[in-house]
């Protein structure tokens, strides 16, 4: 292996290494918003409407800075903020297939929704962010802070 393939290789796993950790984060954090606010009364579509305002802000503050390393910029945060949006009804599918179909409590429900999501998101905060689609972009190294 040539040290620039071992160069690129390391940097590829590092983002991702970062990736999984942000968006771990974010799960739990949106996960607890989702929960409590079910638990509170509210639906679980009500539930992800209401927790993707400030999920919108944390994600992709955190995404910008820890997983991609790159400058937040108010384009960056619309491209994010479509592509969070755009995963919403894939997640409202899952949740009803979950919790009105097979009658899973919200507890199960809200994280293996988030679990189904995990590679959309990656591919599309990517594509926000970094700003490439690309397939071979997304394994491309980032650039350092």
Same mark, same amino acid.
């Not at 992709?60 to 009804?89: D, K, W």
């Given at each position: 292996? *040539?040290?620039?393939?071992?160069?690129?290789? *390391? =940097?590829? #796993?590092? $983002?991702? &290494? +970062? !990736? #999984?950790? &942000?968006? %771990?984060?974010?799960?739990?954090?949106?996960? %607890?918003?989702? @929960?409590?606010?079910?638990?509170?009364?509210?639906?679980? *579509?009500?539930?992800?409407?209401?927790?993707?305002?400030?999920?919108?802000?944390? =994600?992709?503050?955190?995404?910008?800075?820890v997983t991609f390393r790159q400058e937040r910029s108010l384009a960056?945060?619309? +491209? !994010?903020? =479509?592509?969070? @949006?755009?995963g919403i009804p894939l997640s409202l599918a899952c949740l009803f297939?979950?919790?009105?179909?097979?009658?899973?409590?919200?507890?199960?429900? =809200?994280?293996? /929704? /988030?679990?189904?999501?995990?590679?959309?998101?990656y591919v599309s905060a990517h594509w926000a962010i970094a700003r490439?689609?690309?397939?071979?972009?997304?394994? +491309? $190294?980032?650039?350092?802070?």
């Amino acid at each position: 292996m *040539t040290l620039a393939a071992l160069n690129l290789q *390391t =940097g590829i #796993v590092a $983002r991702f &290494v +970062r !990736y #999984v950790g &942000v968006g %771990a984060l974010c799960a739990i954090i949106a996960n %607890a918003f989702l @929960i409590g606010l079910v638990w509170s009364g509210f639906s679980y *579509t009500a539930g992800v409407l209401i927790a993707c305002g400030p999920m919108l802000v944390i =994600g992709y503050c955190l995404h910008a800075i820890v997983t991609f390393r790159q400058e937040r910029s108010l384009a960056g945060f619309l +491209r !994010y903020g =479509g592509a969070v @949006i755009a995963g919403i009804p894939l997640s409202l599918a899952c949740l009803f297939v979950l919790c009105d179909l097979l009658y899973a409590p919200i507890w199960i429900a =809200g994280p293996l /929704t /988030t679990g189904f999501s995990f590679l959309c998101n990656y591919v599309s905060a990517h594509w926000a962010i970094a700003r490439s689609f690309s397939a071979r972009s997304l394994w +491309r $190294r980032s650039q350092p802070m």
